[in-house]
């Protein structure tokens, strides 16, 4: 068996220009605007994208419906580098932390028409 020696500056150069740096904070794609009650009449709405929660800092009023079900919507939006407490209701409804969630901007948001 043959060992070949190997020129550790190859090596690292090989290892810089495999790395692929593919970090866009725009996404898109199909999403859903959910709400997050955070106590009797108060209400947090956000963005469900690839079963992560962001919080959308322009939703628009049409999207701002109280309601059980998400609205399924197409998307594109760019992430914030600041994050949003989300809040849930304790037993005697006063709002209590959840958990923190990245801010978006979005670009563009459109409903998708559910098929009768």
Do not use: H, W
């Amino acid at each position: 068996m043959k060992i070949y020696k190997v020129n550790p500056f190859l090596f690292f150069l090989l290892l810089i220009f495999s790395c692929e740096n593919n970090i866009d904070p725009n996404k898109e794609g199909t999403a859903e605007v959910a709400i997050s009650v955070a106590s009797r009449g108060f209400y947090q709405f956000l963005i469900e994208f690839d079963d992560d929660l962001y919080f959308p800092e322009n939703l628009p009023d049409e999207f701002r419906v109280v309601s059980q079900e998400p609205i399924p919507v197409n998307i594109k939006f760019q992430i914030l580098d600041n994050k949003e407490d989300i809040f849930q209701p304790a037993p005697n409804d006063v709002p209590v932390f959840l958990m923190s969630v990245p801010v978006i901007t979005i670009l563009s948001i459109e409903k998708i028409k559910s098929i009768p």
